[in-house]
């Protein structure tokens, strides 16, 4: 129950945001695009991000039509999956 009133707790959510921000800022995972949060926006309530235009990863055709391979899309998700779980 204390998880689920974290989680929902917007203004911690901006922490955590900017904190997976700060862990995936070296050039090695320069593929991943965090989203800013405005702080003078965002209450424990409401979070305010700034919008990310993109492609689901389980679209295939349309990762190949806009030129990205999914065999290392796959690669670098999983990548960036193992870093978050083992390193951070």
């Known amino acids: 129950k204390r998880l689920l009133f974290e989680e929902i707790d917007y203004l911690n959510e901006m922490k955590n ?3 997976f921000g700060e862990n995936f ?5 320069s593929h ?3 989203p ?3 702080p003078e926006l965002t209450t424990d309530k409401i979070i305010t991000m700034e919008y990310c235009p ?3 990863i389980t679209d ?3 990762l190949i039509e806009i030129g990205v391979d999914p065999a290392e899309i796959a690669t670098k ?3 960036s999956f193992l870093e978050q779980l083992c390193r951070h």
């Open 36 to 38: 800013l949060v405005y």
């Open 54 to 56: 993109g492609v689901k």
């Open 25 to 29: 800022k070296s050039p090695r995972f």
């Open 77 to 79: 998700s999983a990548e």
């Open 17 to 19: 945001c900017q904190r």
């Open 60 to 62: 295939k055709e349309k």
């Open 32 to 34: 991943i695009r965090v």
